[in-house]
């Protein structure tokens, strides 16, 4: 039960995965969220490494599969805060509840 | 021992997850994220995952987490924080659920794991994995394009026009 193998590893994954989207859903800060996003990224790399490492544990596809996450991960963060930067000289807030510049 | 390695990096996991959402300082809060981008390569090392662990210290730590630093750095009011939005309750019902139907599925699905030995150094198989034949090369140039693009469009979306 307690020796470590695949399951404990999902598991935990599922619990990061579900601590990042909570905080999407409630937190108010834009920076925050971008974390937040962060986390679900990592708990998505973590199950993609240990499948790689208990399924298929000598063709590391799972690990290829996770540096393209990587890779994905930095692009979202520097259009994230670029976007961030240009809608607070707007409205000099970082408060979602700001960022309503789209709404129709 | 390894085992119980692996609850003290997913305790700490998960607890610094959790202050990253409580902490009402932001800035706080990104040391936390720092911290929980540390465990997460510990568990890639127990993964047997190396190069993958040092290329989540580099540019987690060093390149994403300084990033958002500097993004707080830049907005004036972040530093104090605020309160959750008015859906949290129904928020963490939806999470909650989400993480019920997950574990729920992962004891009921077994996964074939074969016994083989992981390897030991993972640089070289990753590198011909990447590269060789029947490779991913065309999914690395996609990548690059990915990040060239995403470099010019915070460019011209931070401009002063």
Partial sequence: ?????????????????????FGVLTQRNVIKIIMCIEIMLNAVNISLIAFSRYVTPVVLTGQLFAIFVMVVAAAEVAVGIAIIFAAYRNRESVDIENFNILKW | MLDLIFYIFAALAVASAIAVIVVRDIFKAALCLILLFMTVAG???????????????LIYVGAISILLIVAIMLTRDARQGQPLGKFKYLAAVVSLLLLGTIVFCLLNVT???PDNAPLNETIKPLGKALFGD???????????VLLLSAILGAIAVIREK
């Fill in chain 1, 1 to 21: 039960m307690f020796s470590v193998g695949l399951d404990q590893y999902l598991v935990l994954s599922a619990v990061l995965f579900c601590i990042g989207l």
């Fill in chain 2, 43 to 57: 568990i890639y090392l127990l993964l047997h995952a190396d190069f993958l662990a040092i290329i989540q210290i």
């Fill in chain 2, 111 to 113: 996964f074939a794991t």
């Fill in chain 2, 134 to 144: 029947q490779g991913y090369l065309f999914t690395v140039e996609i990548a690059a």
